[in-house]
């Protein structure tokens, strides 16, 4: 079974350029989810989709994010504009519907993301 | 709100010797999981160990065994006869729903 992707591994771009992360989860897992590391501090919960539907977007950091889902397989976070504070370690994660809840979520290997 | 806390940035043991992370958290709820993940060097986290709230009893997953302590809100991971490929980034995370709530991090260098 093929684990969580992601791409790209990394990226770098200037202030003010657009970057699109991609995530594809692991097949049949209905819940995928996104963090982010910023250097040295924790990682941070960014959202939550079931399926194509965004569960909790509480993480967001502002409107120049934006997560998609479509058709409820793979999922892109699009930074437009980019700006410095951005850089960090993008995660992915997925999990299936639990029929008896263990809350495990199987993570991808991230994108470092460097704004410069 | 709920907030993990691994007050170890950096740890080091010898080969075959056993080491304790440390995770403390914050919580107001009765029913959650904590978990500790483990990231090797440019590759994914994967789970190491997970603990029930409700469940006294301390995780033990082969050589990972976790000490669970409800009220004191803490949860500690031993590592026993630790090996070169235990050295790794390891994450302490608090769950009561879905979305994951993690520590800094504690970074674990094996020792030949």
Redesign the interface.
């Known amino acids: 079974e093929a684990g969580v992707t992601q791409f790209p591994s990394h990226s770098v771009i200037e202030k003010g350029q657009t970057v699109t992360l991609r995530c594809d989860p692991i097949s049949g897992h209905d819940n995928l989810y996104w963090y982010r590391r910023v250097m040295g501090k924790e990682i941070k919960f960014l959202l939550h989709f079931v399926k194509e539907s965004k569960q909790d977007e509480s993480g967001m950091p502002n409107n120049r994010f934006l997560a998609e889902r479509t058709g409820g397989t793979y999922s892109t976070l699009k930074v437009q504009p980019a700006e410095l504070e951005d850089s960090g370690v993008y995660f992915c994660a997925s999990s299936p519907i639990w029929t008896v809840p263990t809350y495990e979520q199987y993570f991808g290997p991230g994108t470092r993301l460097t704004v410069t | 709100a709920q907030t993990?806390t691994q007050s170890q940035p950096e740890m080091s043991v010898q080969e075959a010797e056993t080491v304790t992370l440390s995770c403390t958290y914050d919580t107001s709820e009765s029913d959650y999981?904590l978990?500790w993940?483990k990231q090797p060097p440019?590759?994914?986290?994967?789970?190491v160990i997970?603990q029930e709230a409700y469940k006294q009893q301390n995780a033990t997953e082969n050589r990972f065994s976790v000490n669970f302590q409800k009220a004191a809100k803490s949860f500690s991971l031993k590592i026993s006869d630790s090996q070169l490929g235990d050295a790794a980034m390891y994450?302490c995370a608090y769950?009561g729903t879905?979305?994951?709530?993690?520590?800094?991090?504690t970074r674990l260098k094996v020792l030949a």
């Open positions: 993990v999981y978990f993940y440019s590759r994914q986290m994967i789970l997970r994450f769950t879905y979305k994951y709530i993690f520590g800094t991090g």
